[in-house]
């Protein structure tokens, strides 16, 4: 086993949740499937190059276009989830929200088609072609959920849409979980809306407001919104969980053409975290 293969505890983990091989001709034994896409993951090479221990790339790259069109890397994320959280591995208290850009390489801006590469997220900012990953993760520093946009979009228009996808299922009767007791946030979050939002659903914020806010507040006679320093230096668990993720060169740089296979490579990256 290499360094950047499953090993047995995790594959027993997610072998239940694969979809069984079809009947008919011998399948490629889906556990050298998946530590194939691993490589890939972990390396950033071409498919091309995929070692020949892992079998045909061919086989290799389909297996992955089905189940990332099929949602089966989702399934597999919400699964591993589930598990901890029944445990009580999923810390609660704390869910630390930011955003990274990501550099898009020359070979990911294929998939033009009219416009600006709609639907891809792609855009152009000050480094260029980026893509932007924007991720809330719990306590531990583990992610929680995250989604894609283009580099030049805001962090604060994302903020409720990642809060939304958050949501852990029980493994008995109830309600999934959905809210944790703090969000932890940088200024880029500060906005009324925001607030108002966290308000409604009973969740405390961790967020400093920007100079002009706290100006603007005195201008009016308003009280000044309190900053929890302590929990607020927590911030940092969404920060190494970046750099836990961009240690795959096939998510530090975005080689993609597809938004939605980028997508399942940041969800397998959030996978491994996860997984023992």
């Not at 659903?201 to 961790?206: D, E, F, L, T, V």
Request: proline letters at 5%.
């Amino acid at each position: 086993m290499r360094r950047h293969e499953l090993t047995d505890e995790s594959w027993a983990v997610i072998e239940p949740l694969l979809a069984p091989p079809r009947m008919g001709r011998p399948v490629r034994d889906r556990r050298q499937v998946v530590n194939g896409i691993l490589w890939k993951l972990s390396t950033g090479a071409a498919w091309r190059d995929l070692p020949e221990r892992y079998g045909p790339w061919k086989t290799v790259y389909e297996r992955f276009r089905r189940w990332s069109a099929d949602g089966t890397w989702d399934r597999l994320l919400a699964q591993v989830q589930q598990h901890c959280d029944a445990v009580g591995a999923v810390d609660w208290t704390v869910v630390c929200v930011d955003s990274t850009t990501v550099r898009a390489h020359q070979h990911a801006a294929g998939a033009r088609k009219g416009g600006l590469w709609p639907g891809e997220a792609i855009g152009r900012s000050r480094g260029g072609l980026t893509t932007k990953i924007h991720l809330a993760c719990d306590g531990q520093g583990r992610p929680l959920a995250f989604t894609l946009t283009a580099g030049n979009v805001n962090d604060c228009t994302q903020f409720e849409q990642v809060m939304a996808r958050i949501s852990v299922s029980r493994r008995g009767p109830g309600r999934p979980r959905t809210r944790p007791d703090r969000v932890v946030a940088d200024k880029g979050y500060s906005s009324t809306k925001i607030r108002s939002y966290l308000r409604r659903r009973g969740i405390r914020a961790a967020i400093p407001e920007r100079i002009d806010q706290i100006n603007g507040r005195i201008r009016r006679g308003e009280s000044l919104c309190r900053l929890d320093r302590t929990t607020y230096r927590r911030r940092n668990l969404v920060e190494r969980c970046f750099n836990k993720l961009k240690h795959n060169k096939a998510l530090a740089t975005r080689y993609d053409k597809r938004a939605r296979h980028y997508q399942a490579m940041v969800t397998l990256a959030c996978l491994r975290l996860w997984l023992p």
